[in-house]
Protein backbone atom coordinates (compact mmCIF):
# COMPACT_ATOMS: atom_id res chain seq x y z
CA UNK A 1 0.00 0.00 0.00
CA UNK A 2 1.09 3.70 -0.80
CA UNK A 3 3.30 5.16 2.41
CA UNK A 4 3.68 8.36 3.54
CA UNK A 5 6.31 9.58 6.39
CA UNK A 6 6.80 12.59 8.57
CA UNK A 7 9.63 13.86 10.00
CA UNK A 8 10.14 14.69 12.67
CA UNK A 9 7.57 12.68 14.74
CA UNK A 10 7.92 15.03 17.66
CA UNK A 11 9.59 18.61 17.73
CA UNK A 12 9.77 20.72 20.86
CA UNK A 13 10.82 24.70 20.05
CA UNK A 14 10.92 27.58 21.53
CA UNK A 15 8.69 30.56 20.81
CA UNK A 16 9.47 32.74 18.39
CA UNK A 17 11.79 30.39 16.37
CA UNK A 18 10.58 28.13 12.93
CA UNK A 19 10.24 24.59 12.64
CA UNK A 20 10.21 22.85 9.44
CA UNK A 21 8.36 19.35 8.83
CA UNK A 22 8.68 17.26 5.95
CA UNK A 23 6.06 15.45 4.24
CA UNK A 24 7.12 12.16 1.83
CA UNK A 25 5.79 9.78 -0.28
CA UNK A 26 7.47 6.84 0.15
CA UNK A 27 6.42 4.54 -2.95
CA UNK A 28 4.45 6.66 -4.91
CA UNK A 29 4.01 10.29 -6.66
CA UNK A 30 2.23 12.62 -4.89
CA UNK A 31 0.58 15.27 -7.52
CA UNK A 32 -1.44 16.85 -4.63
CA UNK A 33 -0.47 16.87 -0.35
CA UNK A 34 -2.91 18.07 2.49
CA UNK A 35 -1.42 19.53 5.76
CA UNK A 36 -3.91 18.93 8.89
CA UNK A 37 -3.86 20.58 12.32
CA UNK A 38 -5.38 18.19 15.17
CA UNK A 39 -6.17 19.95 18.30
CA UNK A 40 -6.19 17.45 21.72
CA UNK A 41 -10.05 16.03 21.29
CA UNK A 42 -10.64 17.96 18.17
CA UNK A 43 -10.82 16.68 14.74
CA UNK A 44 -8.57 17.42 11.68
CA UNK A 45 -8.58 20.85 10.07
CA UNK A 46 -7.44 20.81 6.76
CA UNK A 47 -5.32 23.59 6.55
CA UNK A 48 -3.66 23.54 3.12
CA UNK A 49 -3.86 22.23 -0.32
CA UNK A 50 -0.33 22.05 -2.07
CA UNK A 51 0.33 20.64 -5.81
CA UNK A 52 3.60 20.26 -6.60
CA UNK A 53 5.12 23.24 -8.64
CA UNK A 54 2.01 25.24 -7.65
CA UNK A 55 1.64 27.34 -4.67
CA UNK A 56 -0.35 26.12 -1.66
CA UNK A 57 -4.00 27.14 -1.38
CA UNK A 58 -5.05 27.81 2.40
CA UNK A 59 -8.05 27.55 4.27
CA UNK A 60 -9.98 30.31 5.53
CA UNK A 61 -8.71 31.61 8.88
CA UNK A 62 -4.75 30.04 8.07
CA UNK A 63 -2.09 32.30 7.89
CA UNK A 64 -0.05 31.73 4.35
CA UNK A 65 2.92 33.92 5.78
CA UNK A 66 2.84 32.33 8.96
CA UNK A 67 2.50 28.25 7.91
CA UNK A 68 5.08 28.80 4.17
CA UNK A 69 4.23 25.23 2.32
CA UNK A 70 5.96 23.96 -0.45
CA UNK A 71 5.57 21.01 -2.36
CA UNK A 72 8.52 21.07 -4.93
CA UNK A 73 8.66 17.55 -5.81
CA UNK A 74 6.58 14.81 -6.14
CA UNK A 75 7.47 13.29 -3.30
CA UNK A 76 7.68 15.92 -0.71
CA UNK A 77 6.47 18.51 0.70
CA UNK A 78 7.19 20.48 3.52
CA UNK A 79 5.26 22.71 6.71
CA UNK A 80 7.39 25.69 8.14
CA UNK A 81 5.73 27.29 11.34
CA UNK A 82 7.67 30.53 11.23
CA UNK A 83 7.67 32.55 14.57
CA UNK A 84 5.64 29.46 16.53
CA UNK A 85 3.39 30.46 19.66
CA UNK A 86 2.33 28.04 22.42
CA UNK A 87 -0.95 28.45 20.43
CA UNK A 88 0.53 26.52 17.48
CA UNK A 89 1.46 23.15 19.81
CA UNK A 90 -1.11 20.54 17.82
CA UNK A 91 -0.26 17.49 16.40
CA UNK A 92 0.11 18.00 12.09
CA UNK A 93 -0.64 15.63 9.90
CA UNK A 94 -0.19 15.01 6.43
CA UNK A 95 -1.82 13.07 3.22
CA UNK A 96 -0.56 12.74 -0.26
CA UNK A 97 -2.72 11.25 -3.12
CA UNK A 98 -1.75 10.82 -6.65
CA UNK A 99 -5.59 10.59 -7.91
CA UNK A 100 -6.43 13.97 -8.60
CA UNK A 101 -9.81 14.54 -7.61
CA UNK A 102 -10.29 11.65 -5.57
CA UNK A 103 -10.06 13.14 -2.40
CA UNK A 104 -10.86 9.80 -0.98
CA UNK A 105 -7.97 8.30 -2.07
CA UNK A 106 -5.55 10.20 0.14
CA UNK A 107 -2.62 8.50 2.36
CA UNK A 108 -1.69 9.98 6.15
CA UNK A 109 1.60 10.49 7.63
CA UNK A 110 1.50 9.74 11.21
CA UNK A 111 1.60 13.02 12.31
CA UNK A 112 3.79 15.51 14.04
CA UNK A 113 3.67 16.18 17.34
CA UNK A 114 5.10 20.15 17.73
CA UNK A 115 5.29 21.34 21.09
CA UNK A 116 6.02 25.27 21.42
CA UNK A 117 7.31 26.38 24.94
CA UNK B 1 -20.55 26.07 5.61
CA UNK B 2 -19.73 22.11 5.00
CA UNK B 3 -20.45 20.60 8.77
CA UNK B 4 -20.03 16.94 9.73
CA UNK B 5 -21.31 16.17 13.30
CA UNK B 6 -20.58 12.83 15.12
CA UNK B 7 -22.23 11.66 17.71
CA UNK B 8 -21.85 10.66 20.77
CA UNK B 9 -18.27 12.42 21.53
CA UNK B 10 -17.10 9.21 24.17
CA UNK B 11 -18.67 6.10 24.82
CA UNK B 12 -17.34 3.34 27.12
CA UNK B 13 -19.01 0.00 26.83
CA UNK B 14 -17.57 -3.62 28.07
CA UNK B 15 -15.88 -6.07 26.01
CA UNK B 16 -18.28 -8.08 23.79
CA UNK B 17 -20.71 -5.22 23.56
CA UNK B 18 -22.55 -3.61 20.40
CA UNK B 19 -21.88 -0.36 19.50
CA UNK B 20 -23.41 2.33 17.32
CA UNK B 21 -21.41 5.57 16.37
CA UNK B 22 -23.44 8.44 14.10
CA UNK B 23 -22.13 10.95 11.52
CA UNK B 24 -24.39 13.30 10.44
CA UNK B 25 -23.50 16.07 7.53
CA UNK B 26 -24.50 18.97 5.06
CA UNK B 27 -22.14 19.48 2.59
CA UNK B 28 -22.60 20.91 -1.13
CA UNK B 29 -21.52 18.72 -4.43
CA UNK B 30 -21.52 15.26 -1.99
CA UNK B 31 -18.98 12.44 -3.36
CA UNK B 32 -18.55 10.46 -0.59
CA UNK B 33 -18.20 9.54 3.10
CA UNK B 34 -15.52 8.02 4.55
CA UNK B 35 -15.27 6.41 8.32
CA UNK B 36 -11.73 6.48 9.55
CA UNK B 37 -10.16 4.26 12.82
CA UNK B 38 -7.22 6.88 14.67
CA UNK B 39 -5.53 5.47 17.68
CA UNK B 40 -2.39 7.23 18.67
CA UNK B 41 -0.96 8.65 14.78
CA UNK B 42 -2.67 8.75 11.72
CA UNK B 43 -6.15 8.12 10.67
CA UNK B 44 -6.88 4.87 9.42
CA UNK B 45 -9.15 4.55 6.66
CA UNK B 46 -12.20 1.71 7.16
CA UNK B 47 -15.08 2.47 4.42
CA UNK B 48 -15.60 4.62 1.37
CA UNK B 49 -19.72 4.80 1.10
CA UNK B 50 -21.22 6.53 -1.80
CA UNK B 51 -24.80 5.04 -2.25
CA UNK B 52 -27.66 5.10 0.13
CA UNK B 53 -29.08 1.76 1.60
CA UNK B 54 -25.84 -0.87 0.87
CA UNK B 55 -24.26 -1.66 3.74
CA UNK B 56 -20.34 -1.92 3.71
CA UNK B 57 -19.09 -4.69 6.16
CA UNK B 58 -15.57 -5.50 7.13
CA UNK B 59 -15.10 -8.34 9.69
CA UNK B 60 -17.40 -6.61 12.91
CA UNK B 61 -17.14 -3.73 11.52
CA UNK B 62 -19.94 -2.45 9.38
CA UNK B 63 -21.63 1.11 7.76
CA UNK B 64 -24.55 2.14 5.69
CA UNK B 65 -25.61 5.57 4.67
CA UNK B 66 -28.33 7.40 4.21
CA UNK B 67 -27.94 10.00 1.76
CA UNK B 68 -31.95 11.48 1.71
CA UNK B 69 -31.64 12.02 5.85
CA UNK B 70 -27.75 13.23 5.28
CA UNK B 71 -26.44 10.33 7.88
CA UNK B 72 -24.10 7.55 8.20
CA UNK B 73 -24.03 5.24 11.10
CA UNK B 74 -20.89 2.54 11.78
CA UNK B 75 -21.41 -0.78 13.71
CA UNK B 76 -18.88 -3.17 15.47
CA UNK B 77 -20.47 -6.04 17.05
CA UNK B 78 -18.73 -8.16 20.14
CA UNK B 79 -16.61 -5.42 20.68
CA UNK B 80 -12.96 -6.26 21.84
CA UNK B 81 -10.43 -3.86 23.69
CA UNK B 82 -8.41 -3.38 20.15
CA UNK B 83 -11.14 -1.65 19.30
CA UNK B 84 -10.92 1.56 21.87
CA UNK B 85 -9.48 4.35 19.54
CA UNK B 86 -11.23 7.59 17.98
CA UNK B 87 -13.60 7.21 15.10
CA UNK B 88 -13.77 9.92 12.75
CA UNK B 89 -15.99 10.34 10.16
CA UNK B 90 -15.17 12.75 7.34
CA UNK B 91 -17.55 13.66 3.84
CA UNK B 92 -15.43 14.27 0.45
CA UNK B 93 -16.62 17.85 -0.63
CA UNK B 94 -15.36 18.92 -4.25
CA UNK B 95 -12.50 20.45 -2.95
CA UNK B 96 -11.84 18.68 0.60
CA UNK B 97 -12.42 16.21 2.96
CA UNK B 98 -14.50 17.42 5.84
CA UNK B 99 -14.33 15.83 9.58
CA UNK B 100 -16.45 15.39 12.28
CA UNK B 101 -15.18 15.82 15.94
CA UNK B 102 -14.26 11.89 16.14
CA UNK B 103 -16.18 9.44 18.78
CA UNK B 104 -13.34 8.20 21.46
CA UNK B 105 -14.52 4.60 21.69
CA UNK B 106 -13.14 2.97 24.69
CA UNK B 107 -13.66 -0.72 25.38
CA UNK B 108 -13.45 -1.95 28.99
CA UNK B 109 -12.33 -5.78 29.41
Known amino acids: GAVVSQHPSWVICKSGTSVKIECRSL??????MFWYRQFPKQSLMLMAT?????????EQGVEKDKFLINHASLTLSTLTVTSAHPEDSSFYIC?????????????FGPGTRLTVT | EDKVVQSPLSLVVHEGDTVTLNCSYE??????LLWYKQEKKAPTFLFML????IEKKSGRLSSILDKKELFSILNITATQTGDSAVYLC?????????FGQGTRLTINP
Open chain 2, 90 to 98: AVEGAQKLV
Open chain 2, 50 to 53: TSSG
Open chain 1, 50 to 58: SNEGSKATY
Open chain 1, 27 to 32: DFQATT
Open chain 2, 27 to 32: VTNFRS
Open chain 1, 95 to 107: SATNQGNALYEQY
